[in-house]
């Protein structure tokens, strides 16, 4: 079992840029792949990346390419999301997730196992 924290949400003007944290908790963080997930009010929640056990394979929803970057550090039992040229449309409760999974990276939330409690990010025009 892993226990997920995010951090690092906030309030920033469009064009800005913010990193996202998860630090997890739990043995074999190696064995996860791990996702970030976003939920604005009224919207279903929704892929932003993903990446795979060792970091090798990421996935990118296309709303994102080109800004935002996935990376992990197992060694620290952590993953990030760098979110660079930031549009009010990225405003939304963002989600770190995890999955005990060896394989292509996952992309419907239903797939995966932990999730973290949640971090606001708030974009202004």
């Known amino acids: 079992q892993v226990q997920l924290v995010e951090s690092g949400g906030g309030l920033v003007q469009a064009g800005g840029s913010l990193r996202l944290s998860c630090a997890a908790s739990?043995?074999?963080?190696?064995?996860?792949?791990m996702g970030w997930f976003r939920q604005a009010p009224g919207k279903e929640r929704e892929i932003v990346a993903g990446?795979?056990?060792?970091?090798?394979?990421?996935y990118y929803a296309d709303s994102v390419k080109g800004r935002f970057t996935i990376s992990r550090d197992n060694a620290k039992n952590s993953v990030y999301l760098q979110m660079n040229s930031l549009r009010p449309e990225d405003t939304a409760i963002y989600y770190c997730?995890?999955?005990?999974?060896?394989?292509?990276?996952?992309?419907?939330?239903?797939?995966?196992?932990?999730w973290g409690q949640g971090t606001q990010v708030t974009v202004s025009s």
């Open positions: 997730a995890a999955k005990d999974w060896y394989g292509v990276v996952r992309t419907e939330a239903h797939q995966y196992d932990y």
């Open positions: 990446i795979s056990r060792s970091g090798g394979s990421t």
């Open positions: 739990g043995r074999n963080f190696n064995y996860y792949a």
